[in-house]
């Protein structure tokens, strides 16, 4: 959202921290020391890749081309007959930090997500409160404007783009661990989807607001779930609802709530 740009791929950068999890464990290798940096890494060198091309692009364009790498890794993921193919594989060992503990245990991924997420919100809000971040505003706001002061949006939003494919590995890593088992479902559309719906839901261009939609989703979905089938109807006329009747969100009702 600060960028104004809406992904429909970042499915894309989660499934590669999926896989990174699943596909080092296959190796031997479950020190998370190791797993997090590879998965963020392999986010970065592969997100600095499709971002410079998507960014050249806005609009539905950007929409699609995002769609259309995130898709090309999807059918990777399902050619990858060694490690299941499009049946994917169980996760054969959990990511471990020291003394015995490790991420198959309930507590240890939740503390480990938790921590996680705070790191992501803080460096997020030091990127966005620098003038890095203000540079990212102005050029969504007023372009031209940022151009003739001689400043290229173009490196500042792929750089964020980049960031954002980093985080979305870290928490790919973490999802692995909580089902044990790697799919190329996590790279598919319809997880993207998901993610998207989170961030409308919540409010697109703020930090909490992401996170609080996708708490709410988790929440609806377990819900819904339990009640019919088709939970995924009653999702739909949520985000009807929100679109129609909360202009920023979730996190509207909050700010305005505290105010």
């Not at 971002?51 to 364009?61: E, F």
């Not at 999802?175 to 919540?202: D, K, R, T």
């Not at 939609?213 to 019919?228: D, K, L, P, Y």
Request: charged content about 10%; overall charge positive.
């Amino acid at each position: 959202g600060f960028v104004g740009r809406v992904s429909l791929g970042h499915a894309a950068f989660f499934g590669i921290g999926v896989y990174s999890a699943g596909i080092l464990a296959n190796l031997g290798i479950t020190q998370i020391w190791i797993v997090m940096p590879v998965a963020i890494t392999l986010a970065a060198v592969i997100g600095c890749f499709i971002g410079a091309i998507s960014l050249r692009t806005s609009g539905l364009y950007f929409i699609f081309i995002t769609l259309a790498f995130s898709q090309m890794l999807f059918f990777t993921a399902q050619g990858l007959r060694m490690y299941g193919g499009d049946d994917g594989f169980t996760l054969p060992a959990a990511t471990k930090w020291f003394w015995g503990f490790d991420l198959s245990q309930p507590r240890v991924l939740a503390y480990t997500m938790i921590a996680a997420l705070i790191g992501v919100v803080y460096i997020a809000q030091r990127v966005m409160g620098s003038n890095f971040g203000k540079v990212i505003l102005a050029s969504r706001d007023n372009p031209r404007k940022v151009n003739s002061m001689g400043l290229m949006p173009y490196p500042y939003q792929l750089t964020l783009f980049t960031i954002s494919a980093c985080m979305c590995a870290v928490g790919g890593v973490g999802y692995a661990n909580l089902n044990e088992y790697v799919s190329p479902a996590s790279i598919s559309w319809i997880q993207s989807g998901e993610f998207l719906f989170m961030v409308i839901l919540g409010s697109a261009g703020t930090i909490l607001g992401p996170i609080l939609g996708a708490a709410a989703f988790v929440c609806m979905e377990q819900v819904f779930s339990t009640w019919t089938e088709y939970w995924m109807f009653c999702l739909g006329i949520i985000l009807m609802l929100r679109v129609l009747f909360l202009k920023r969100g979730l996190m509207g009702l909050i700010t305005k709530n505290g105010q």
